[in-house]
C-alpha cells in the first residue's frame, strides 16, 4: 500500500511524536534557544500538565529556500527540546529522525541539559546508531533512522537535538503538524526564501484561527512564520480517520521561481502536479517482452469479452506476483517496467499497476493505465492540495465503456469489480490520452459485502445442538481469508471457531469445513456442527431461548465525548437465519414481536415466523454510513440501544 516511503514518512511528520520519539522532517534553525519565561518552573509544567511525564518545550522546522546555479535549494532545520516532568518520564531516553537520498542528512548534534548549582549543564549525545526503517511489507529501502540516547536524565532535565536536512527535489517539501502525543509548549514552522522565489500553503484544522502567522521582509528576504502554542495532544480513539482529520497542520509548497526573468513553474494546480508524475511514467513499457507477452495471451486466450480478459489479467498478477514494497530513492515514485516485475516475481504498488497495464496491452485491451491515488487516512482532494501530499498509492485504472474498474493488486483477495477497503471514497489521477482525469473511487454498498448465515438447531436438556452455514461475500470475504492467511491444523480451526461462535463460552466448534477458498467470485463458506451448553433456562415448566445466536454491534457504543469522528473498514450486511425445531414436549407459549428500523445509519429488520414444528427469526442489519460523524452519534447510540432491547427477547417454550 505504499506509493513511497518518503510519502509515508512526508505525511507521518512530526505527528509521530504520538510515540513520544521524534521521527524526522520536524525543522528549526539550528542553534534555537527556547524563550522561556524565568518564572516557569518544571512544578509550574508538572502542575499545569499533571497527566504527562514528559513535556515538549519547543518543535519548530525551518526551510531556507533559494536559488542555487539556476535551480532551487531546499536546507531544513530542525530544533526539538522537551523537559522530563517525573520519574516515570526517565525511562523515554530515546529519540530518532529520518532521512535518505532525497532528504540527505547534513548535520546533527543532541544533548541534555541539566541543572548543576543553578546552572545549566550540557551532555552530550554519545548514543547514537543508524538503522534501516523496515516496514513490514518493505523489503529494502533506504529511508535511515538516526537514533539517540539521552544520558543522566532525571525530572526538570531536557532533551534537545538538532538536525539538517537538505530535500533534493522542490516538489517533496513536506507538512507540519502543529501536535502529538505530549504537550507543546511552542510549535512554530518558519520559512525563509529569496524575493524570486514564490511559496504556496494550505492550512488545515484550525477553524478558530489560533495558528499565528505573520509575513515580514528581512534582509530582502520574506520570513513566513505560523506559530501555535500551548498545544493539547487529542487523544487517541479506536477506529478515528487519522490525525490529519483532527489535528491543525500546514502543507507548504513551492509554485514558483524566476531564474535570468524566466518565471519557472513547479506546483500549483492538478496540471503541475500531474505534468510532474508523467515525469516518472512516460518512458514506461515502451519495449515489447516476449514472455510476459506469452503469458498474458495464454491465460486470455479462452477468454472472448474484453473483461473476462482483464479479470484473467488482474487475478494472474493477484496470484503470481508478491506485493513487497523495494524503494530507493526516486524507485519510491518511479514504476518499474513489467518485465523485471514478472521477472523477479515481487512489487509494490506501483510495479503491480505497471504489469497489468501491461499486460492489459498485450492483450488488445485498450484504456488501462496507471493511476495515483490517495488512500483513506489522507483528508485531501486534488483541487484542495495538488501536491505529492495528496497521495500515497498507485494502482491501474481500466475505462470500460462510461464506467471504471479499480486494479489494486497489493491485496490478494479483493475480488475485481470492486476498489480496495482502504481507496473508497478517494479520487484516482490517471492518464487519459494526453491528457488526466480526475474519477472518484465508490463507496461499495453493505449489500455487496453481504454476510449470510443459516443456523439450525434442536434442545437437548439445557444445550443447543446444531449445524450453521456462513457465507461471505465482498469485503468481508477477502478481510476474512488475509486474516486467515495460511493458518493450519489447530490455528485454523480457532480461528474457524472465533468466526462461527455462538452464544456463550459454552461454545464447541465439532467439525467444520470449507468452501471457495480460491475462487474469488464466489462466497467464502464455512459449514459447521456445533453444540452449546448451558444456554436454555428452564423454570418449573418453562423454557425461555434466545434465537439471536449472534449480537452485532450489541458493544459498539460511542462515547459523548469522543472528539473525532468514527470510520468503519467497509459498510456491510449481516443477513442471519436461526431455525430451532420446537421439542416435541414442548408447545410455544410466547414469541417476541418482530423489529424493524431505519435510518440515515442502519436498516434493521428482525421477522419471526413459525412453521410446522419449527421457530425461525431472520435478521438482516445494513450499516450505511461509512464515516459517523458528531451529529450521527447520538442517533447511533440510541439506534444500538434499540438493538440490544431486542437482542434480549426470548421465545418461550411450555412443557405438556
Known sequence: MEFSQLQKNM??????KLSNKGYGYLILSVGFVLNCSAQE???DY?????????????????????IDDGKIKVIEDNHYESMILTENGIQNNEESFTYSELVKLKSYEAYTVISNNGKEKKIKVTQSNEKNLRQNSVF??????RQLLFPNLEAGAKKVYDYQTEITDPFLLHKFVFGGGLPIKNSTLEIKTEKGIEIGYKVFNDPNNAIVFSKTEKKGKWLYQWTLNDVIPIKSEDNSQGYLYVMPHINVYVKDYVVDDKKIEVLDDVTKLYEYYKGFTKNLNQTEDATLKAITLDITANQTSEEDKMKSIFYWVKDNIKYIAFENGYEGFIPREASLVCERKFGDCKDMASI?????????????????????????????????????????????????????ATDKETLYGIPTAFIQGKEALFSDGENYKIIPVPVVPAVKNEVNEIVKFSIEKDKIIGSGKLLFNGYNRSHTLMRIGDASNKTRFEMIKSLVLKGNNKFNLKEYSEENIKDRDKSYQINYTFDLGNYVIKVDKEL?????????????TLENDRKTDFEFDFLSLSNSQYEMEIPSNCTLKYLPKNFNLDNDIMKIDFVYEVKSTKIILNTRIALKKLVLQKPDFEVWNETIKKLKANYTETIILLEK
Open 41 to 43: 518552573t518544571l512544578q
Open 140 to 145: 529494502f529501502n533506504d529511508v535511515k533512522q
Open 544 to 556: 425461555y431461548v434466545n434465537l439471536f445466536l449472534d449480537k452485532p454491534y450489541e458493544k459498539l
Open 46 to 66: 508538572k502542575k499545569a500538565f499533571p497527566d504527562y511525564n514528559e513535556m515538549v518545550l519547543s518543535d519548530k522546522q525551518s526551510y531556507n529556500i533559494t
Open 356 to 408: 497489468i497495464s501491461a499486460m492489459a496491452k498485450y492483450a488488445n485491451i485498450p484504456n488501462v493505465s496507471v493511476s495515483w491515488i490517495g488512500t483513506r487516512d489522507i483528508p485531501y482532494s486534488y483541487n484542495e492540495l495538488a501536491t505529492p501530499a495528496v497521495d500515497n498509492h498507485m494502482i491501474a485504472v481500466y475505462k470500460k465503456g462510461e464506467e471504471y474498474v479499480f486494479l489494486d
Open 11 to 16: 505525511t507521518q511528520m512530526n505527528w509521530s
